[in-house]
């Protein structure tokens, strides 16, 4: 027996958090009988599961690797008609859904895949994944700037964890630097709000790593599949850190 939310994540119907809105919303049911209440537990291979009046079905599980492009929203869907991620993965047949989100005027790697209970893993706060961003910004911050940065920030949701920057360019003519930047949260808009929060806002922000996964090979607006021992990877990533944070 497994909880309904687990069931549901693993069938690649949402993330374990977004599945359990779907059931607390009455959108599910177990046998005919809508479940509201979480924390209930199922018998995957018994028991009969509907979402929305559908019945829930196993998929073989999908991870996607794709080069996001700016000015692409982070979502399955627009009601805007806005061209979203799911728009650039043709043949794809499998319903996929982000790993976390890039904002509008970000681009870089970007996670997909429809296994819910590596999505949570790599997204929950509990985890601290590292992701990893070049951030082209207005001018050349001094040293004491980047300790700052290292030492972490207070923004109006509180003080930001330690992150680890470097330069990797300075543009003397342009006045404008490079930055690395690794973060291990996932705060909305982190990365830009921090750098605002020492005045020096972003002109151009990627993300080019995710855990162990890195971007470089993959033109802008292409995807692949993530190979098995890259997904191990994956896991093992999320696993490890929060084992660090235990110990500590």
């Known amino acids: 027996m ?100 890039l904002d509008y005027d970000t681009e870089g790697l970007l996670l997909l895949t429809n296994d819910g209970e590596l999505a949570n893993m790599l997204t929950h706060p509990k985890y601290h994944v590292p992701r990893t961003y070049h951030a082209t910004v207005e001018g050349v911050p001094h040293g004491s700037v980047l300790d700052k940065l290292r030492s972490g920030i207070k923004l109006e949701d509180g003080m930001t964890a330690p992150a680890e920057v470097e330069y990797l360019d300075v543009d003397t003519e342009k006045k404008q630097s490079v930055l690395s930047i690794t973060i291990h949260e996932g705060r909305n808009r982190q990365v830009r709000r921090m750098l605002e929060a020492v005045h020096f806002p972003i002109i151009r922000l990627k993300r080019v790593k995710y855990g162990p996964i890195e971007l470089s090979g993959l033109a802008r607006g292409k995807f692949r599949h993530l190979k098995s021992d890259e997904v191990a990877m994956l896991r093992e990533s999320a696993l490890s850190t929060q084992n660090i944070q235990k110990s500590e």
Request: no cysteine.
């Open 2 to 101: 497994e909880r309904l939310q687990k069931v549901l994540a693993e069938a690649g119907i949402a993330s374990r958090r977004k599945s359990e809105e779907l059931i607390t919303s009455g959108r599910v049911q177990v046998n005919d009988q809508v479940v509201t209440t979480l924390g209930v537990k199922v018998d995957p291979a018994a028991d009969v599961i509907k979402v929305d009046g559908k019945p829930i079905s196993g998929q073989s599980k999908v991870y996607l690797l794709l080069h996001k492009p700016k000015g692409v929203i982070t979502s399955a869907s627009d009601p805007g008609g806005r061209k979203v991620v799911t728009d650039f993965l043709h043949g794809v047949k499998e319903r996929v859904f982000p790993v976390g989100r």
